[in-house]
Structures are given as C-alpha cells and as structure tokens.
DNA sequence: TGAAAGGATGGCATTTAGTGACGCCAATGA
DNA sequence: TCATTGGCGTCACTAAATGCCATCCTTTCA
C-alpha cells in the first residue's frame, strides 16, 4: 500500500501531510512507550524526541496515549487492505495466502520496522491499559471494515443486525490472533513457522461468521 | 509474606465494602456522565455528588472515566453468571431463556436501575472514547469468563488457542447484540418486544463459535 | 475498658496532561 | 508588493492525579 512516495506536495499542505507528521510523532512515542514504559514518557519527552513543540504534540494528538495510534492502526492497515480487494471470486484462503507471500516480498524496510513497533504496542497493551485503548481503537476500525465487505459479499446494508455480529465476531477472531502471533514472534519464534497463519486466519473467520463469509461469491 | 499472618482480622477494608463504595461513586459519577457530559463533570463535582472529599476518589479510581466501570460491569454482571451457571446438560438456548425469565420475574428495583444506568453509560460508550474504554474492559471481562467455560465444555485448557478464538467471537458478537438492544430501549423500545432476545443471543453465540459451542455436554 | 495498631479519610502542595490566547513566520494569491 | 492564511512556538491557565502528613475510625489485645 506505500509504494506510492514521490512528487507530492500540491495544494495543500495537509492532509497527507499531517497524516506523515502524525505518523513521526507515533514512531518516536512508541519507541519511548516501549523502552521506558508510557507513565515514565512525557509528552515534553515526546515532542523533544520528535523535534516540535510540546503545543504542536498536543494540536495533533487528542492524548498522550493516542500518540500511539498510528502505529498501531499501521499494524492492521495490511488487513485493512487485504479485506478491501478481497475478490468475489476467491475464497478467503487464497485471497489471504496470496496477500500474505506478497507482503512477504514486496514490504519495504520502513513498513516492517513499523509493523515491529506495532507488536510491540500491542504487547504493551497486554498491561498498560492507556495503549489497550488505542489497540481496541484500531480493532474497531477492522470491524467497521469487514462489515462493509461482509454487507457487500451478502448483499445486505452494512447496518444489518446480522452483518454487525458477523463483523463482530469475525474480527475478534482476527484480534485473538493477531495478539498470539505478535507474542510469539516477540518471544523469538522465526516468523516463517507461521507459513500457515493466513489460513489459520482465514479459517477462523469463516468458523465465526458460521460459514457465512469464506466462500467466492457468484452474483 | 514468610508465614501465613492473619491476613483478616485487624484493619482493612473488606472487599465488600470496597465494592459497594466504588459502585456507590460509580452511580453518581454515571448520572452525572449521562446528564452532563464526561467533560462537563469534574472529580470534585464526583466527590461533593457522593459526600467524599476529592482526594478520596482518587485514591478509588484511578481515573475519572474510570468512575464508570463498576456500572457498566454491573450490566455484564447478569451474562457472567449466567454463563458461570450454565449445566452441561442444557442447551444454551434452553439456559439463557430459563435465566433470562427469572431475571424479568426476580431482579430488584436497584438491579433495574443500575442495568438502566449500564445502557445509557454503553450508549455514552459511543461518543465518549474514554467511556468506551471502560465498555471495552467489560466486554474483556465477558470474553475471559467465555474462555472458562468454553474450555470447560470442550475439554481443552482456557488458554487453548482455539479456546481463546471461539471466546473472542462469542463475546464479540454478544456485545454487538448488548449494544443493538440497550440503543432500541433507550429509543423507547418496549423491552418486551426483546422477548427473543435469549434465543437471538444463543443462536449468534452457537454461530460464532462455529456450533462448537451450544449443544449439551454429555461426559 | 482502655490503650495500641493500622488502615481509611481529608487537606494541602505539587506534578503533569491538555487548552486558550496571542504573536511570529513562511507560503500562497491577487 | 501587500494581505491573507495556516502551522508553529511561548506563555498562562485549568483540571486530573499523586505524595505527604495529620486525623479519625475501627478492630484487636492486654
């Protein structure tokens, strides 16, 4: 999903702008989050990290814990993604494997060192419940996401009761397993003994929507 | 900690008492919440509401929002028990639906109150992030209480990976239902129209565990 | 029954997250 | 060129949250 960096700039300097600088700022947050834990992090820590005033912290981010949120929500992006080109005619096993070697290929250096921090993030919202928010915050944003493909693969409106629960449940799967993995390779387990991850992953989605979402969809 | 002192006896609060204080600050601190706003509502205005001084609170809460969690887990309170409860023998329909008609029939008025004030705190959960936190926390509560009993029924360790998986699902798609419900009877909804409420809980819980989780257990 | 002990509370001072107000400066546009 | 705009920094301030200490209340034991 990065690939595109170049010749930007025009108009405006804002909202990718402010999207990049937000990202900095959660970068240097987490690594302080992370090395000496959030209470023991300032946000005049932050903002000297950073290079900005700790005004300028504040105007961009609503807390000091929220300063971890583009980090995190950076970890489920590639899900995020993943879920919205998902085909009709594929089933989400091979949508998943297939999305799943590709990042294996073609991430870039920067993509993986923030996808680290984002474990790490959610490690540490295992026992800091200020991050736990903006882990929770980022989970959200994946059940709105496989909501809206779910509605699109049943044919039903994203408000749908129905929709919701399978929304619901699919991604607290997805959530459980996210945080297993994330562990695992904290502890040192090479990442390639989760070859299989993707259909685990996709297993456990169509387990929890009932069977309901998985299949390739014939309109 | 070397030799088993007499660790009851002289001083200390009791945890009931504890308990019963913190949902005492809780009920004010809700009420003034759903009146006013979080924003809007002080910690002094918490302290002078419940007769405490503002240094009291503190010492019960670590945070103002956090003022809102023995309520809201007063409204999962019912579905642990519940599921705490459940005979191996009786299906989870039968189960909800036998519990569900003893709360109509048994709960006393401070127990429909305080359900009442749950509702308007997860209604408030949804504009008011730091409310939502504590929202978050209960429903992670329910999913640890749903991995014990999943576990129980299946035979497998709580910690079981796929024990965590189900849980998560079941309890996602229980909070979704918990939220669906307490927004139609604050919109004025006749609660009885919620009569299929039990079954519609069983039946997605069934789903989302894959129909691993639902039946009667024969050992 | 009267200390003694120890936790619970209140008051005060202090730190820190977060906001408001104002002014500066760089980029844009006529 | 000047005026406008918008991001940023500085200062002042509100309110959340903690530490410290004096006091009160309760339980236990002599």
Not at 157 to 160: C, K, L, Q, Y
């Given at each position: 999903m990065a690939g595109t960096a170049p010749t930007k700039g025009r108009g405006g300097m804002s909202d990718q702008r402010r999207h990049r600088l937000r990202l900095d700022v959660s970068r240097e947050a987490s690594r302080l989050f992370w090395a000496q834990g959030v209470d023991a992090t300032s946000g005049d820590q932050i903002a000297e990290a950073v290079g900005l005033s700790t005004r300028t912290i504040w105007r961009h981010f609503r807390s000091k814990e929220s300063c971890a949120e583009p980090i995190v929500m950076r970890g489920v992006e590639w899900e995020m993604s993943t879920l919205r080109s998902w085909p009709p005619q594929l089933s989400l096993e091979v949508h998943f494997a297939a999305e799943s070697s590709k990042f294996g290929r073609e991430a870039s250096d920067v993509e993986r060192m923030d996808t680290e921090l984002a474990i790490k993030m959610i490690r540490l919202a295992d026992t800091e419940p200020a991050i736990r928010t903006a882990w929770l915050m980022a989970c959200d944003q994946v059940e709105r996401e496989m909501a809206e493909i779910i509605a699109g693969r049943l044919g039903l409106?994203?408000?749908?009761l129905d929709v919701r629960v399978h929304a619901a449940a699919a991604s607290a799967a997805l959530r459980v397993l996210n945080e297993h993995i994330g562990a695992a390779i904290l502890e040192g387990t090479d990442p390639r003994d989760f070859a299989d991850a993707p259909a685990r992953i996709a297993r456990a989605v169509r387990a929890a929507t009932g069977g309901a979402v998985g299949d390739p969809v014939t309109t």
């Open positions: 409106p994203a408000e749908d």
